[in-house]
């Protein structure tokens, strides 16, 4: 009796067991139906926002490019290592030598007791304040968490920092554009990092934002010195701090904002306790040295070797996983696993066939993961994947069930990417392409084509871009085939630079500043409200929209000067054409002649500064090249430097002088252009070329050093020659780490002619007269035509702090022989000299002029006109006001 009872209970579990099978079987399908008649053509990503896809800028993409890293230097310049250099090998290696450890972890007493308070971090400023505070520590404490499932690489979604004294949490998804802030503190070899266990965290922090760790305790390390049972930091904090925490929530989705109390309670309690583990364990780790010592020599032997093993993690690098094929790792190990799991004499997993469909179908899912930014995992399974090849479905909905029933536990199965390209699938296995290669032109071309399905980002472009070429038609004419994707690349490209560099908020907040006697003085945006009022300038006097009223008389009025434009709202629309899905900043007086105005004609001044759609900046940009050229003829003055001499040589040129002023030039230096030219080839190809090729080669180089012969070292200077700082890192990263000697060279060179001072030439006469009585600093630059001008060394100009002999401003760094540096400050210091402002004025007047005829703009604010004056009278409490500006310095 009991027996039956009990077979009946099993067949009531077991038909309970078939229906719920069935009935989620059928939910499925019906879902699929439902999915395939709404979105069969169409990816998900068009309705779904993923956050990484608001980051500006990825420095690893999902292409099988190889990853660059990157080494800050000074706080402007970066130079690419190869791939097998770590960019602070010196610095670690130093370290490891020399461990530092003359510190402790805590100052003083320490509670074990964690308060409610921390900060999270989510703007720029707060980043920035954060660097500062860190700056000032000795140690600081780090813990990161990273999301996968959601990504192909992966990204870091939260950082937790805490020092002794305060707990911080970044929010690295909003600031991911932004975390460049932080490399300098984590590169600092000055400043000790505490992780736990941070093989991971180190390469990640690379992959993501460039930021390397320098100088590192990991207490993961310490636990394997000291041989604890256990080296986990659950562990840790339960043994150490009588703290217990669930590492469940390690596997909490991390994207999600904002995050729960227990998440940011974990989050934090990984960093806050590290503190004072670390200084715990270093504690046991000299005692443990005491004890063992034979002699007072080996006392720290435990605690340097923790040391040493934790900076040997530093030297990690990050590279990206690069195969013959796509998914041919994964098909690989798929196949031996199921042959081991049938057993040696498994037919089907020997099957040539069944191995084949594997191979297809992991080189489909690794390339709609890279397309689509997901995880293999998430787009699908292994498990799926057996089952595909074993059944080989012959229909779409036979394929959708099979996942489903493969993957029934799954969160998401089948995923997105599955129901939105579930026609792809059945295309591929119908078809089956006789060749694997074919595979990677079909899925592009699917997907990203001119006609593609999904959305191009920057994680996928790249892998467009590097296979355009297979992308075209087979079946376009011929001819057509180049233009369709000139034009389809050109769209991609547009579509990206929209996405990249448009706005992403509104520019004009249209806030209300008034003067203290209730008169309006202008609209502007929430941060110069703020800042008045911060500072005790201002109270608010209404907030929806946010208005202000000085506390103080402020310089003028608007109306007062003619400057009506200030007082009038402003719409967040192109001013040409009214576009207001996407616009960017437009300076119409070009930045390198603005940049020399006279402060009071250019500071902060949002007139001539105008919103432009991509289309009609390029119509804008495009006349105003041209107008540049214009001015350049019209003013005798070029836009490039046309021809240098070497500073040491130039001092016996004057018979080269005579003969420029004789119309002769041919001996009067050379092309900057060519010169880097003709050095780059002797260093790469000199020994190799024709002995005729490389004279001629010689002879330009010889040129610029005055004829004397040149050795390699010359070579290398010259191929810097006439580079703006910019123009010079695009060059150290092409060639490398040659060119150190040559930065050294340089400043070699620069020191050298400043202490010379500015007593060793005199300037020739200029293109229209206007360089007479300029001093030169050490080199002779001279135009086609013959005319000797001194513009400046050549060595020294690489450098970009001298130029005509006159110091520079911090902000006219970006000066270079072959930009318009030289050119716009020349244009400029002509107007002042002949015309004062009133040619300046009138100069900005033609530049409105050539907008408006370029572009035509429709939407201009209100009071916005050609003859607009530009003058600004500075207030007591004004940033630009030069006896403030002293006051400050």
Avoid at 499 to 526: Q, T
């Amino acid at each position: 009796m009991e027996v039956n009872e009990k077979v009946k209970i099993v067949m009531s579990v077991a038909s309970i067991v078939a229906v719920t099978v069935l009935l989620v079987a059928e939910y499925r399908r019906r879902r699929y139906r439902k999915k395939q008649t709404s979105s069969l053509s169409s990816c998900y990503l068009h309705s779904e926002l993923k956050p990484q896809f608001g980051f500006k800028r990825v420095l690893a993409d999902n292409s099988y490019s190889g990853f660059k890293h990157l080494k800050l230097d000074d706080g402007s310049s970066s130079i690419e290592k190869t791939s097998n250099c770590h960019p602070y090998e010196t610095e670690i290696t130093a370290l490891l030598e020399n461990p530092k450890l003359e510190f402790g972890f805590l100052r003083g007493e320490y509670s074990l007791e964690m308060n409610d308070s921390y900060l999270w971090i989510e703007t720029e400023s707060q980043l920035k304040e954060l660097a500062e505070t860190l700056a000032k520590e000795k140690v600081f404490a780090v813990d990161t968490e990273q999301h996968s499932f959601r990504s192909f690489l992966g990204f870091t979604a939260l950082i937790q920092i805490s020092t002794q004294d305060e707990d911080f949490l970044v929010d690295t998804i909003a600031l991911h554009d932004s975390m460049s802030i932080l490399r300098s503190v984590f590169s600092d070899p000055h400043i000790c990092k505490v992780f736990h266990g941070a093989d991971n965290d180190v390469l990640w922090l690379q992959r993501d934002f460039h930021i390397y760790v320098v100088n590192m305790f990991d207490t993961a390390k310490a636990c394997e010195v000291l041989s604890k049972p256990q080296r986990s930091l659950a562990y840790l904090l339960e043994a150490v701090c009588g703290v217990t925490t669930n590492k469940l929530l390690q596997r909490e989705d991390w994207r999600q904002r904002p995050l729960s109390k227990e998440m940011v309670l974990y989050a934090r309690t990984d960093a806050h306790y590290l503190l004072y583990i670390a200084d715990s364990l270093t504690a046991e780790l000299k005692q443990l040295a005491t004890e063992d010592s034979s002699s007072p020599d080996d006392k720290f032997h435990f605690l340097l070797e923790t040391s040493r093993r934790s900076n040997m993690t530093c030297l990690q690098l990050f590279t990206k996983e690069t195969e013959d094929f796509p998914g041919n790792a994964a098909a690989s190990s798929l196949i031996y696993r199921h042959l081991n799991g049938h057993g040696d004499n498994s037919t089907i997993s020997l099957d040539a066939e069944f191995q084949e469909h594997v191979r297809e179908l992991c080189a489909w899912r690794d390339l709609m993961a890279r397309i689509h930014d997901e995880s293999t995992r998430y787009v699908l399974s292994d498990q799926a994947i057996i089952a595909l090849a074993r059944k080989q479905p012959t229909t779409t909905e036979e394929i959708y069930d099979t996942i489903a029933q493969t993957d029934m536990g799954a969160e998401s199965s089948p995923s997105a990417v599955i129901c939105s390209h579930l026609n792809d699938i059945y295309q591929m296995t119908r078809d089956k392409l006789a060749n694997l290669d074919e595979i990677l032109p079909v899925v592009l071309q699917k997907c990203l084509g001119t006609d593609g399905t999904c959305p191009i980002s920057i994680f996928n472009y790249s892998l467009l871009v590097n296979f355009s070429t297979k992308l075209t038609s087979r079946s376009a004419p011929k001819q057509n085939r180049h233009k369709n994707l000139k034009q389809f690349t050109r769209k991609t490209s547009r579509e990206l630079f929209v996405k990249k560099f448009s706005c992403k908020a509104p520019v004009y907040h249209n806030c209300r500043i008034y003067a203290n006697d209730g008169r309006l003085l202008c609209y502007c945006d929430r941060r110069k409200l703020e800042w008045y009022v911060n500072r005790g300038l201002a109270k608010l006097v209404e907030e929806n929209p946010p208005a202000i009223m000085l506390l103080f008389e402020p310089k003028g009025r608007p109306e007062d000067e003619g400057n009506d434009f200030y007082i009038q709202t402003k719409k967040n629309v192109c001013v040409g054409c009214g576009e207001g899905n996407h616009y960017l900043r437009y300076r119409i007086i070009p930045s390198c002649y603005r940049v020399h105005f006279p402060e009071h004609l250019k500071s902060h001044r949002s007139h001539d500064i105008v919103l432009l759609c991509v289309d009609c900046h390029e119509v804008a940009h495009a006349a105003a090249e041209r107008y540049k050229k214009q001015i350049a003829t019209e003013f005798g003055i070029p836009l490039f430097v046309r021809r240098v001499l070497d500073s040491k040589e130039a001092q016996g040129t004057s018979s080269s002088m005579e003969d420029e002023s004789n119309g002769n030039s041919e001996e009067a230096g050379v092309s900057p252009l060519h010169l880097r030219t003709a050095a780059m080839a002797l260093l790469r190809h000199g020994n190799r070329m024709p002995s005729s090729r490389r004279e001629e080669l010689l002879q330009t180089v010889k040129m610029y050093y005055g004829g004397r012969d040149i050795s390699e070292e010359d070579l290398e200077r010259a191929l810097l020659i006439g580079l703006s700082p910019h123009e010079r890192r695009k060059l150290e990263r092409k060639k490398g780490a040659s060119l150190k000697h040559s930065i050294e060279v340089s400043l070699m060179d620069k020191q050298e002619n400043n202490n010379k001072g500015q007593d060793e030439t005199n300037g020739g006469e200029g293109l229209a007269g206007f360089e007479k009585n300029m001093n030169v600093e050490s080199s002779t630059v001279a135009d086609d035509s013959g005319n000797g001008t001194s513009e400046g060394d050549g060595a020294t100009e690489l450098n970009d702090t001298q130029c005509n002999g006159n110091t520079l401003h911090q902000q006219n760094s970006k000066l270079s022989l072959l930009g318009h540096g030289p050119h716009g400050k020349q244009i400029v210091e002509y107007l002042l000299r002949e015309h004062g402002e009133d040619g300046v004025r009138d100069f900005c007047q033609r530049w409105r002029k050539v907008f408006v005829d370029a572009v035509h703009p429709r939407h201009l604010p209100g009071g916005w006109n050609i003859s607009h004056s530009g003058r600004r009278d500075f207030g007591e409490f004004s940033v630009y006001n030069p006896t403030k500006r002293l006051s400050t310095e």
